[in-house]
């Protein structure tokens, strides 16, 4: 019997998130949650752009925390956790080659969040080898009745004549 492949492990919560240059989709966020003021390098339009983003965001430790519509902060993770927690949900022992909703849900379920989240899932699953086997037959919408104007009476109607029947 073959024993399971080794697996990454998607304990995350446990490490300390650093923040660096490579993150830069929420460094300025941080920035103005920790100094209370917008980094220097934003013109004004950029500055209003961030504030009202930001309010959205809250400070875990020294990592970055969303919080959704209902309440509950989900972690922000950087592109190299999120292509792990994407392959990990999608193809690991939690996945089940879902399709690209359902595998995204599963990752902000799990307590994981970073914007262009739907964009990358529906990529993932675009090239996942086993998600487009089993995707099945793809389902038309029905077409739109065409409707028939009548003007006069008989006017649909037609007789064809073929001679006599015999």
């Not at 262009?116 to 990529?123: A, E, F, G, L, R």
Request: aromatic share 12%; proline share 6%.
């Amino acid at each position: 019997m073959k024993e399971p492949s080794k697996r990454p492990n998607i304990n995350i919560n446990q490490q300390v998130l650093l923040i660096d240059e490579e993150h830069v989709w929420y460094k300025d966020s941080i920035y103005l949650l920790r100094n209370m003021s917008c980094p220097p390098h934003l013109v004004e339009h950029q500055r209003r752009a961030l504030r009202l983003k930001a309010s959205k965001y809250v400070r875990i430790n020294a990592g970055l925390g969303w919080r959704n519509p209902d309440g509950i902060i989900l972690r922000c993770v950087n592109s190299e956790e999120s292509k792990m927690l994407m392959s990990e949900l999608n193809d690991g022992y939690c996945g089940g080659h879902y399709a690209h909703m359902t595998t995204a849900s599963k990752i902000m379920r799990s307590g994981y969040y970073w914007p262009t989240i739907y964009t990358d899932v529906y990529q993932h699953v675009r090239t996942c080898r086993n998600c487009q086997f089993f995707v099945g037959r793809p389902k038309l919408p029905a077409l739109p009745l065409q409707l028939v104007i009548v003007e006069a009476p008989f006017q649909q109607w037609g007789l064809y004549f073929i001679g006599k029947f015999k």
